[in-house]
């Protein structure tokens, strides 16, 4: 017999068993009549219903099942991906046929290609170009404290990030001109959880952004094919473009779909995460003292203590805040009947904030990674990249620039922020819904030779 549904809740339909309890219409009614975001409704059905609840969209949709314990995560992400897959993915009209929505072997085959890049010896390929690219970010910020300039720190962090990737990508320094056409790539993830449902629609309304897009990549291609390698060396786009010799997957289009996809998840959760870092250290400049006091330049103990900085940035605001998934098949997931064509939602900004798992989870407290027994040791409490064989690919590469940069900009002068925006926008990631001007305190020193 199945057990009683919580307060305010109903049980959903479905095969015998313990059925997955569902929040009550009435209060699915209510969030729809104050025109709430979605996370507000995934917010009610995790305090209601605890760790897997159900909700339905519509009154006469099927019910939606919201994940966020850690033993169900790691169970639809890590142990049972076949059984739970990614569908057509929001950002499609963007990416295409990318490593990001692609499903099935296909998918498999252009993870297999992508993968060597990321790790061991590839990501030493980038660290010279990640070094550089923060270089670049240095002076800039030097010029902006001496002459005491307001710039939005938001898209200094994006410039920075996108200069990286595509330092990476192509083995060029983002040039001005490409920079100002990739512009449109913040546009468009920007639009995309407006865009109308249907897909012919949805390529219409950022018809133009994407025609620009395309223009950069065709460019890039053709550069690659012709074999015009950067001061840097070939770039991944190369590794794409030789492919194409021997797999004839990897056509043209294909190959525009890899470099807007790398493009996308390589700057912008970076430059988010960069930015919400500026922000909780604006709250919490003691937390930025204490990276810097944790050891001498370059030093191991600097190193963790401002990494620290950015996994606690990532616990707030992951890269990847939900993660949809379908059940392809029949499956029991903790006790509860799921049944195929079942529609999921994992969810890892609420389970980085569950306070069972993480004691007083809306206070930025680096040292949660830092000091032992702080951090939640299952493997499914924190999982800002996602967690399985569809974790993100770029998971090192994004720590690595990110702690380059901080180690560059931290021992400088501090961001003082004009205004800060007074809302987070939940689209493809959990970013400041409005602009960020900073002044950097022209009075306080660099330290000597800080553009290593």
Same mark, same amino acid.
């Given at each position: 017999m199945a057990i009683p549904a919580p307060p305010?809740?109903?049980?959903?339909?479905?095969?015998?068993?313990?059925?997955?309890?569902?929040l009550d219409a009435a209060l699915v009614g209510r969030w729809h009549q104050d025109g709430g975001e979605l996370v507000a409704?995934?917010?009610?059905?995790?305090?209601?219903?605890?760790?897997?609840?159900?909700?339905?969209?519509?009154?006469?949709?099927?019910?939606?099942?919201?994940?966020?314990?850690p033993d169900a995560v790691r169970h639809v992400l890590a142990h049972h991906p076949d059984r739970y897959v990614k569908r057509s993915h929001r950002a499609r009209v963007l990416v295409g046929d990318g490593v990001l929505s692609a499903t099935g072997e296909a998918w498999q085959n252009?993870?297999?290609?992508?993968?060597?890049?990321?790790t061991g010896r590839g990501m030493r390929r980038y660290e010279g170009r990640i070094a550089a690219a923060a270089r670049v970010t240095g002076a800039r910020w030097q010029a902006y404290a001496r002459t005491g300039e307001v710039f939005d720190l938001g898209e200094e962090m994006r410039r920075f990030a996108l200069d990286t990737i595509w330092r990476a990508l192509t083995g060029h320094p983002l040039d001005p001109g490409t920079e100002r056409e990739l512009a449109s790539v913040a546009g468009v993830v920007a639009a995309l959880p407006s865009l109308p449902a249907?897909?012919?629609?949805?390529?219409?309304?950022?018809?133009?952004? %994407?025609?620009?897009?395309?223009?950069?990549?065709?460019?890039?291609?053709? =550069?690659? !094919? @012709?074999? *015009?390698?950067? +001061?840097?060396?070939?770039?991944?786009?190369?590794?794409?473009?030789?492919?194409?010799?021997?797999?004839?997957?990897?056509?043209?289009?294909?190959?525009?779909?890899?470099l807007v996809t790398l493009l996308v998840a390589g700057h912008e959760t970076t430059a988010t995460t960069l930015t919400w870092l500026y922000l909780l250290l604006d709250r919490h400049p003691e937390a930025r003292e204490h990276a810097l006091a944790a050891g001498p330049e370059g030093s191991a103990e600097r190193q963790q203590a401002v990494q620290a900085?950015?996994?606690?940035?990532?616990?707030?605001?992951?890269?990847?805040?939900?993660?949809?998934?379908?059940?392809?098949?029949?499956?029991?997931?903790?006790?509860?009947? %799921?049944?195929?064509?079942?529609?999921?939602?994992?969810?890892?900004?609420? =389970?980085? !904030? @569950?306070? *069972?798992?993480? +004691?007083?989870?809306?206070?930025?407290?680096?040292?949660?990674?830092?000091?032992?027994?702080?951090?939640?040791?299952?493997?499914?409490?924190?999982?800002?990249?996602?967690?399985?064989?569809?974790?993100?690919?770029?998971?090192?590469?994004?720590?690595?620039?990110?702690?380059?940069?901080?180690?560059q900009l931290l021992p400088g002068p501090v961001p003082r922020f004009r205004s800060r925006p007074e809302r987070t926008a939940y689209g493809l990631t959990v970013r400041p819904d409005g602009p960020t001007p900073a002044v950097l305190d022209g009075s306080a020193e660099w330290p000597t030779a800080p553009m290593r």
């Open positions: 305010g809740a109903r049980e959903a339909t479905g095969p015998a068993g313990r059925p997955v309890p569902e409704l995934l917010t009610l059905v995790r305090e209601r219903l605890g760790g897997i609840g159900a909700f339905r969209p519509a009154p006469s949709a099927a019910p939606t099942v919201l994940v966020t314990e252009q993870r297999r290609l992508l993968q060597s890049q990321f249907d897909q012919v629609a949805a390529q219409e309304a950022v018809a133009a952004d %994407i025609a620009r897009i395309d223009a950069v990549a065709e460019r890039a291609v053709r =550069t690659a !094919r @012709d074999g *015009g390698a950067g +001061p840097d060396g070939p770039g991944l786009l190369h590794v794409l473009v030789e492919a194409s010799a021997s797999r004839p997957a990897y056509t043209d289009r294909l190959i525009r779909d890899e900085l950015v996994h606690e940035t990532l616990r707030l605001y992951p890269s990847a805040w939900i993660l949809p998934r379908h059940a392809a098949a029949a499956d029991t997931l903790a006790g509860h009947p %799921i049944p195929a064509g079942t529609d999921l939602l994992v969810c890892p900004y609420l =389970t980085h !904030r @569950d306070p *069972g798992l993480w +004691p007083e989870p809306a206070h930025f407290d680096p040292a949660r990674f830092t000091t032992p027994g702080r951090r939640p040791g299952h493997p499914g409490a924190y999982l800002p990249f996602g967690i399985g064989p569809r974790a993100c690919l770029g998971l090192q590469f994004a720590l690595r620039e990110t702690t380059a940069l901080l180690e």
